[in-house]
């Protein structure tokens, strides 16, 4: 089964854009299997301004989100891993997902405990 994660972040940068606001993803530096902008990593984490006007080329695959943007004026093709994204929101009113980052596809129900045995019990 393919992730949800994708999904939600792609629903949720439409609704961001669809009202006007700036989308930032929030990426874990340190677990990204891509490419960003070291200088602009802080505590091992990095905020992207992913503005349609400001950034070029998006692609907000299942695997990677990849887009062209300048930094300091220098062009850069960045390319962070979906199970790297710990939340997309606007940056104006901070709405939008935290991802779970102890289960990084986000997918996998939370265990049930199973009873060892059934029990009955008798109501009058």
Same mark, same amino acid.
């Given at each position: 089964?393919?992730?949800?994660?994708?999904?939600? @972040?792609?629903?949720?940068?439409?609704?961001?854009?669809?009202?006007?606001?700036?989308?930032?993803?929030?990426?874990?530096?340190?677990?990204?299997?891509?490419?960003?902008?070291?200088?602009?990593?802080?505590?091992?984490?990095?905020?992207?301004?992913?503005?349609?006007?400001? @950034?070029?080329?998006?692609?907000?695959?299942?695997?990677?989100?990849?887009?062209?943007?300048?930094?300091?004026?220098?062009?850069?093709?960045?390319?962070?891993?979906?199970?790297?994204?710990?939340? @997309?929101?606007?940056?104006?009113?901070?709405?939008?997902?935290?991802?779970?980052?102890?289960?990084?596809?986000?997918?996998?129900?939370?265990?049930?405990?199973?009873?060892?045995?059934?029990?009955?019990? @008798?109501?009058?």
């Amino acid at each position: 089964m393919t992730s949800l994660k994708p999904y939600l @972040i792609r629903a949720v940068y439409e609704w961001i854009v669809d009202n006007d606001l700036t989308p930032h993803l929030l990426v874990n530096a340190e677990n990204n299997k891509g490419n960003l902008p070291v200088n602009y990593i802080e505590d091992g984490k990095i905020v992207l301004n992913m503005r349609p006007q400001a @950034i070029e080329a998006l692609s907000l695959g299942n695997e990677f989100i990849e887009f062209n943007a300048k930094f300091s004026g220098k062009p850069m093709q960045i390319a962070a891993s979906v199970n790297a994204v710990m939340a @997309i929101y606007a940056k104006e009113n901070g709405k939008g997902l935290v991802f779970d980052q102890e289960n990084s596809d986000g997918d996998e129900p939370p265990e049930k405990p199973t009873p060892n045995k059934p029990s009955l019990r @008798i109501v009058k």
